[in-house]
């Protein structure tokens, strides 16, 4: 029998403390109406931003022998959506869980390995060539500006005009992806502003969502946003609804997190502001690029 609601394959690590990848995706995406079915990459007692001497177990071993069982089970998914990957092995088990997809499924990637131009530790030259090939399977790719310059081989830029941030976006979806979504994109002559970027191969058209800037920095704030979108497209929503919706959201969760005097290294309180994603969409921000 059918599924009566969308089932969707998280390949993400698992942190005990701190709200970043399963334990932001999973309550997400289960608020927004989607089973999640999580294949975890690796358990660690915090997530990696800020906590110092984190314990870290790989699970790139299991990752295969669950997916194993999820095969002679038959299950299927109507997306696929991977986050943090710390091997070649792990990218090559998104892709055979990409394979699981029903017809017409989603296969998410955010290609995570940096941020305000600089890699992470874990994400070396071989990593990120490897990545290069797995943003080519996907439907819909999530990077931010760093990563888009990872993925294209370019220097971190500073500043980019709308002409060169569409030139980069169409650079990106030639290498397979449909959907691209590149989020902090620095907004010329605006420092407390940046955008997020967005174009579907298939009409063409060019989208942009402004976000304020507050003075704090959240980890776990793109697990948080690609979730919002995931779930807002597998509701049916399109892809500038889907945009409004996540940057609206995140901004929403910054804000009220920002009030209360705790360490911002923890996450946003995303408890408090869960319930909003169930409130209709009342007004929109989104913009066609011309």
């Known amino acids: 029998m059918q599924c009566p609601v969308p089932r969707l ?40 931003g800020g906590f110092g001497d984190f314990r870290f177990h790989d699970l790139t071993g299991h990752m295969r022998n669950m997916l194993a069982h999820w095969r002679e089970l038959e299950v299927s998914f109507d997306a696929v959506y991977s986050g943090f990957l710390g091997s070649p092995e792990q990218m090559e088990t998104v892709r055979e869980t990409i394979g699981c997809l029903r017809p017409g499924g989603l296969a998410v990637v955010d290609p995570v390995m940096g941020d305000d131009g600089r890699a992470y530790s874990t994400m070396g030259p071989k990593m990120i060539e490897r990545m290069r090939g797995l943003v080519g399977e996907a439907d819909m ?26 030139e980069w976006v169409c650079r990106l979806s030639e290498m397979g992806p449909r959907t691209v979504i590149v989020t902090g994109v620095p907004v010329s002559g605006r420092s407390r502003l940046s955008s997020v970027v967005a174009r579907d191969r298939a009409d ?37 609804l889907a945009l409004d919706r996540a940057v609206e959201f995140v901004s929403m969760a910054i804000r009220a997190s920002f009030g209360y005097d705790i360490p911002s290294r923890e996450g946003i309180l995303l408890e408090k502001v869960l319930g909003n994603l169930r409130a209709p969409v009342t007004s929109s921000s989104y913009e066609m690029m011309e």
Request: contains cysteine; negative net charge.
């Open 204 to 240: 063409g058209r060019f989208w942009k969502v402004d976000c304020s800037y507050m003075p704090a920095y959240y980890p776990g704030t793109g697990d948080t946003f690609t979730s919002v979108i995931v779930g807002s497209l597998l509701q049916g929503d399109s892809l500038p």
């Open 9 to 48: 394959a998280a390949v993400h690590d698992l942190s005990g403390f701190g709200r970043a990848s399963l334990t932001v995706v999973i309550p997400v995406l289960s608020t927004m109406g989607v089973q999640v079915c999580p294949l975890p990459t690796a358990v660690l007692s915090t997530h990696t």
């Open 141 to 166: 790719i999530t990077p931010n500006l760093t990563e888009a310059a990872f993925l294209l081989d370019e220097p971190y830029p500073s500043q980019l005009n709308g002409e060169q941030m569409k």
